[in-house]
């Protein structure tokens, strides 16, 4: 019901989301009574001017001085309305409040990361306080592509791009999971570029990042750790854990399993394979897929974090 009173709008939840659907409504009213009145006129028109007999003959006029300002004075100032307010909800939208909590945005084939200010870093949900303005600072990984970060409760649509910030920013107006998507096709795993900003309380946020803060990767069993990487670094954007394929291979079951590669070894899939797939994507191609897995995650990630991505495979048995 509420789609139909909205025009088929998702509903409203940011602070600007009313005006755009204000501007939105009445450029479509405007267009409907155009549409309405334009069709009347034909319809009207062509009944009463059809050529009634042989002797009829079209009579000659030049201009109309006076019709011809009026259809070009009231589009004017038409399209002018729709110029300014437009102009000013842009503005709004373009412009954070100053005291903004800055949440860092990356984007990468095929996940998120959502950095805040304390080093928190989520990968899959962002999660921000209610009726506190938000400003995302975005950029796509390196050598990665474009993608673009939408909510479409908020209005709220930004592309990222590498080595180049983009801003946007939101205050939402009330608690709640508020779907997000990756609106630019961007390969493979754009599909499940999606998650939810999750919107709380503030005594609920503030609780939710003392827990996340007190997480030590150090002190975390090695299992953990690659079940957080496994998300972070994106693999989930390639791999499964449910036994579907995706990009890549799913990592259910995987371990121990015979695994054929393009070049027609084939290859037990113990500790070892792992982490040379890992590091090595390149040297062992799994028979079937491409051969596009990226292949920095040996100089970006410790020792440490690698052992924990296997540990995190093998138990998923
Ligand atoms: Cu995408």
Redesign the pocket.
Known sequence: MEYLTNFFLPSAESTYAGGVDALFHFINIISLILVVGITIAIVYFSIKYRRKSQEDTTPLITHNTKLEITWTVIPLILILIVFGWGFNDYVEMRTPPANAYEVYVESFSFGWNFEHPNGVVESENLTVPVNTPVRLIMRSRQDDVL?SFFVPQFRLKQDLMPNRNTYAWFEAVRPGDFVYF?T???GGG?SI?NGYVRVVEQDQFDEYMEEEMGRDLDAMPLAEVGELLYRREGCQGCHTTDGASRVGPTFAGLFMTEREMTDGRVLTADEDYLLNAIVNPRDQVVAGYPNNMPAHYGDTLSERELQGLVEFIKELQ
Do not use: S, T, W
Request: charged residues 15%; negative net charge.
């Open positions: 993608h990756c630019e096709y961007c754009h570029m």
